[in-house]
């Protein structure tokens, strides 16, 4: 009798907000492989993509600034061996890259692109920029139509206070109207802005008429900025939320020891001693930290997935072990005991 092959199961499907998307409550970030903090070879790259593929991950996110192109090369090589109905795949804009001028180094960005692609990044949030850059994202990734397109990085993070409201008069007035125009010929099936901070995503959201947000590092189980406001009108207003960053850029990952990072730096000591209190707490209940983090985030209800990045098929499946795994209820009444986790915050039921 002919064995037959061991089929992983489909991690569970969420609705994207009002869309018609469903997304895997794990999707794939895939800025690690555009060489952040650390060269990765080819085939490992692509052997990891493969790997999410394989164990039911359908949401794929990437962006030009990745690696300068090279992320969305990578990911489009290994996503173009499956048939394209069978992942979403989510990109953004807000810079393209010129060939003919080089890059001058590393990426300004958190921990800097290390390799990547010769080519330099242009921020442009204009329309006629904004769609040169989904063209080329179109050509990188092979494909003919992108699920999911989010406006970039118009955060105070990334280009400071002073310039905050230029840009974001440049992506209202240029990159919405390109990405509404995109959506409305169905190049496009959802809009949205992929950022680090919850305030200037609920601006956006009260500016216009996106699909879904990404945000990165404001809602997590060591703290919740996005709770009191954003959060609310996403739910009222239907936005799929996808959430990054929720290990904190890695503490609630490593937990507090020596070294720590967060939001990209060495964690300072009152970070620190807030996590040693959580885990407190989650080693009394005998689960991992990194467990309790990922399940928190996906108990908000506005929430559709966590995007995780990864650089192998280990690491691929320790984060979908990480879902599965039962965490004891007790836990999170203790967190909110301890002043830990606010009295009315979503958590696992």
């Known amino acids: 009798m002919t064995a037959q092959p061991v089929v992983p199961p489909r991690l569970p499907l969420r609705p994207l907000g009002r869309t018609e998307l469903n997304v895997s409550t794990i999707g794939f970030g895939s800025a690690p492989l555009g060489d952040l903090y650390a060269r990765l070879d080819e085939a490992t790259a692509i052997g990891t993509v493969t790997a999410a593929l394989d164990h039911g991950i359908t949401l794929f996110d990437t962006a030009p600034l990745y690696g300068y192109g ?145 945000l990165a590092g404001r809602y997590s189980l060591l703290e919740q900025p996005a709770l009191a406001s954003f959060l609310p009108l996403a739910e009222r207003k239907g936005l799929g939320i996808l959430l990054g960053g929720v290990f904190n850029s890695g503490i609630l990952a490593t937990g507090a020891r020596p070294g720590a990072h967060y939001n990209y730096s060495v964690a300072p000591p009152e970070i620190m001693a807030r996590v040693e209190r959580i885990e407190t707490v989650c080693r009394a209940h005998g689960t991992p930290l990194a467990d309790a983090a990922l399940q928190f985030a996906l108990a908000h209800p506005a929430v559709a997935s966590v995007v995780l990045g990864a650089v192998s098929g280990q690491e691929v499946q320790r984060n979908i072990d990480s879902l599965s795994r039962q965490i004891p209820i007790g836990l999170w009444s203790d967190l909110k005991a301890e002043g830990l986790l606010d009295t009315h915050v979503p958590v696992p039921a």
């Not at 810079?95 to 290390?114: I, Y």
């Not at 002073?162 to 990159?175: L, W, Y």
């Open 70 to 214: 090279l992320a969305e090369h990578r990911c489009g090589t290994a996503l173009r061996r499956s048939p394209r109905n069978e992942f979403v795949l989510s990109t953004k804009v807000g810079r393209w890259m010129d060939p003919a001028r080089a890059k001058t180094g590393p990426s300004s960005g958190p921990g800097g692109f290390v390799g990547g692609l010769p080519h330099a990044a242009v921020v442009d949030y204009s329309y006629d920029g904004t769609m040169r850059a989904f063209e080329q994202s179109l050509l990188r990734l092979g494909v003919d139509r992108i699920d999911i397109l989010l406006i970039h990085d118009v955060d105070v993070w990334t280009h400071g206070a002073d310039m905050i409201e230029q840009r974001f008069r440049e992506a209202m007035e240029g990159s919405y109207r390109a990405l509404d125009k995109l959506r409305s010929g169905g190049a496009v099936t959802a809009i949205g802005v992929g950022l680090n901070e919850a305030d200037m995503c609920e601006r956006f959201a009260r500016a216009g008429d996106f699909d879904t947000m990404l």
